[in-house]
Nanobody, 123 residues
Framework: QVPLVEIGGGLVQAGGSLRLSCSAS????????MGWFRRAPGREREFVAA????????DYVDSVKGRFTISRDNAKNAVYLQMNSLEPEDTAVYFCAVSSRGLSVDYRAYTIWGQGTQVTVSS
């Protein structure tokens, strides 16, 4: 098991920015595609972004394209989600996860999950 820890959530006004970080201790993430998901109150878990193991390929849900950027630093064993132009609709708990099936938008491909970090965007 690879413990994942997400940090960087918080309260921000609409139009603001946050940067989420996801790291693992004790094991390397560099061999795995990684993803970010979110769950808003009363809603299903939603794919947000994913990145291939080497950082070359990325995918985003349409609602965040042009605003969010996923990146990784394998030397630091970390994955990031830069979120700009935040909207109240982005309010959710954000989770990072390790994929066992490469780059995927399907949550079922992700077998290890962090505890999540709350992002709240006020209008």
């Amino acid at each position: 098991q690879v413990p994942l820890v997400e940090i960087g959530g918080g309260l921000v006004q609409a139009g603001g920015s946050l940067r989420l970080s996801c790291s693992a201790s004790g094991s390397t993430l560099s061999n795995y595609a990684m993803g970010w998901f979110r769950r808003a109150p009363g809603r299903e878990r939603e794919f947000v972004a994913a990145i291939s193991w080497n950082g070359i390929f990325r995918d985003y849900v349409d609602s965040v394209k042009g605003r969010f950027t996923i990146s990784r630093d394998n030397a630091k064993n970390a994955v990031y989600l830069q979120m700009n132009s935040l909207e109240p609709e982005d309010t959710a708990v954000y989770f990072c996860a390790v994929s066992s099936r490469g780059l995927s938008v399907d949550y079922r491909a992700y077998t290890i999950w962090g505890q999540g970090t709350q992002v709240t965007v006020s209008s």
